[in-house]
Structure formats: C-alpha cells, structure tokens
C-alpha cells in the first residue's frame, strides 16, 4: 500500500471518530496496538499469542470473552480500540445458494465481496481495493474509479465477516445452514478475485495472505489461496517467491490486438512478456499449475481457431484453462457466447491436454458473478485523494 492512500484510509477513520478495529491486524501491528496501550515489554509476546487466538481461532467480536486477558487489560483495550468487521450495508442470496455483501469501510467506502457454497467447498472471492485502475471493457468493476487501495486489515476482515455469516468459527452456527457445504470447514477456499487487482496493493495483500494462511490462526493453507491478475508482469514471480499463493491469470484474447481492447494493460505488458513471467513463477509444476481464466464472449474470442491458439500460446506451461461465459451488466458492450460454442472451444482445449472447466455462472441473478462486482462508493479523483492526504 502506498504511503499517501494508507494516510488517507486511517486519517477518514480517526476524523470520524472510530476507534480502529484490531480484527485483521498482523502480529507487528497487534505489538504496537499493545505497546500503545501500555503493556509491558515482557509480556508484548504473550499478549500478541492470546489476542491471535481469540480474534482468528475463535472469532471473538468483543474483549469481555477473552477470559484469559486480565480484565484491566481489557477495559483498557475496550477504550481505545475495537473487533469491529466492516459493516453488511446489503446481503443478497441468489437462487443458486450464492451470498453478495455490501460492506461499508470504517471511513465509509464500500466494496462486494461474495461466498459461494458447493456441496464439497466453499470459495470466498475478496476485494483488494476500491474500484479498479484497469477498465477492461468486458467487467463491470472496471467502470469505477479506483478510489483507494484496502488495508491488510479490511481484506482480512472480510474473511472474518463472512465467517461469523455463515458460522464458520468453532462452536457456532449459521443463521441459515440452507446450500453450505458439509464439511467441518465452510470457507475452504479464498480468491483475490473481487474489485481491484491485487499486484497494485502488493505489500498489503501479501500480508493479508500470510495472516490467512497462518497455521496458529484462519489456517487456510496457500495452495487454496488463489491471486488473480490482469497481468501485473515485473510483480508475477516476486508474487510467487515472497507470497507462493497459487496463481490466476485474466487471459482473455489470443493476440495482442484484441487483449489490448479487452484489458488495456496489455498495452503495457503484452502476452509475450506476460507468459514469460508465468513460466518464471516459483514453484510451478503439475501440481501448482497457473490458471488461465478465459471469459467467452459471443463473435469475439470464441472462434475454433481463437482455441487452437490458446492451446499453441500456452504450451509447455502448466495450466488449467477456466472458460468463463460472460455475466452481463447494464450497458455491457458484449453478449455470452452461445452455450454450443463455448462446448466446441472447451472441447479443442481438453483434446490438447488440458483441464478446462467451464465455469458455472453462480449469482447472476444478484449480479455477484465473476466482472458483476460494482459498488456504490463515490469515486474520487487521485488529486483528490492526494489533496486530503496532504491537509
């Protein structure tokens, strides 16, 4: 996160009067919320261990349960901070079992974040900022101006709200079992997928990773922790190698022509560069395998020839090709590709060897599929943002 938009989050947050939530935090800043409050050095460990427990063990929302703090210490914590998650302004559940929340931010931004329920798994996609800076044409969230980036903390918080929604902390129970999965563990899996592209918040969302993927704490292992791209390309392998999540890739197009169209990044990293930095990810192999997600959009990129080249542009790479039919929005300048066609380009993709599902669209109907993400936010201009930061 960039200096100048954290500035920006924390001083809305503490001019509206809130106290800051510590749900989220790392173990650093737990030590330094502590110090502040006055603990001493010796036991800044044992304290930092107790409140790690109790906020991404148990899910605790207040100070008063964690029987183990000294009640001074808690009174104390009471005062100057809260557990807070971000606040649901909206909860909406498709016919399909699919929940899309509007979250409203400590300062008032709002950002989607949608769980989708399986019989075996569950997939919780999450926002990395508000709004987004790329404007590929086919995603609805591209349509708003990125506002700021998210704190590891609101990131986190999302896991955590969507947790204490569908009872996923020991010992709880959901308000409404109807469509979760079986198993003890209801969010399984994690996907940087929602608004924003997460390589332009590198430090803050490799944090809020390794806070996910914390063995003592939300212990969700990083090959179920997925960051999807639009093709950030110097920052691909350093992803790899610092944060070593599994990797999805925003394809989309076959040649540079029409990629620069659909996400004009590619203007800037074209396929070339962009597949060159895939094949140097660390650790990929058959069994770490980057995905390609293909979104199939009606006379545009989903001709039998556009499928043989996706094939011949991604050989020797090893990959899962997701085909996506297109999930329309208002004023979409695109229409989903018929349902023959998509099983005649994802029959060409598996005669060549590889595993490409296509991806049921969940959600549509609460606009929560994959490019619906929008939220209400008011968009601000970046010379705004800096204006504030500065005053």
């Known amino acids: 996160m960039t200096p100048v938009i954290e500035q920006t989050a924390r001083t809305a947050t503490a001019e509206a009067g809130v106290r800051e939530s510590l749900a989220g935090l790392g173990r650093e800043a737990l030590r330094d919320r502590l110090a502040q409050a006055g603990v001493p050095e010796r ?18 929302t207040s100070f008063d349960v964690m029987t183990d703090v000294a009640k001074e210490l808690r009174t104390n914590l009471g005062a100057r901070y809260s557990l807070d998650r971000p606040r649901i302004v909206s909860e909406q559940v498709s016919v399909d079992g699919t929940r899309k929340w509007l979250l409203r931010l400590a300062d008032g931004k709002d950002v989607e974040t949608v769980y989708i329920p399986e019989e075996d798994r569950g997939t919780l996609c999450i926002s990395s900022q508000v709004g987004c800076t790329l404007n590929c044409t086919f995603c609805h969230t591209g349509t708003q101006r990125l506002v700021r980036n998210l704190t590891a903390a609101e990131i986190v918080g999302q896991i955590l709200l969507a947790r204490d929604r569908i009872g996923d902390w020991p010992g709880a129970e959901p308000d409404d079992p109807t469509g979760l999965p079986s198993g003890e563990r209801k969010i399984t899996n994690v996907v940087l997928m929602g608004m924003g592209e997460p390589l332009y918040n590198f430090e803050t969302v490799r944090e809020a990773c ?56 590619n203007r800037k990293w074209p396929i070339a560069d962009l597949l060159d930095a895939c094949r140097a990810y660390p650790g990929l192999s058959n069994a770490k395998r980057i995905t390609f997600e293909y979104v ?31 999930n329309p929005w208002p004023g979409a300048p695109y229409e989903c590709s018929d349902w023959e066609q998509i099983e005649r380009f994802a029959e060409v993709v598996n005669r060549a060897g590889y595993a490409s599902p296509v991806r049921s669209p969940r959600g549509r109907d609460i606009m929560a599929a994959c490019g619906q993400l929008k939220s209400a936010s008011l968009k601000q201009r970046a010379s705004e943002r800096l204006g504030e930061a500065r005053a």
């Open 296 to 326: 199939m959009l009606k006379d545009v990129n989903d001709s039998i020839a556009d499928a043989k080249a996706l094939v011949k542009l991604l050989a020797k790479i090893p990959a899962k090709i997701n085909l996506i039919p297109f």
């Open 210 to 265: 390794a806070i996910a993927a914390d063995g003592e704490g939300l212990s969700i292992s990083k090959r179920r922790i997925t960051l999807s791209t639009s093709g950030i390309v110097p920052e691909i392998p350093r992803w790899g190698e610092e944060a070593g999540t599994m990797l999805a890739i925003s394809l989309h197009a076959v040649r540079d022509e029409l990629r620069d169209e659909l996400v004009p990044i």
């Open 43 to 60: 036991q800044l460990r044992m304290r930092v261990n107790q409140l790690w427990g109790w906020l991404y063990v148990r899910g605790a």
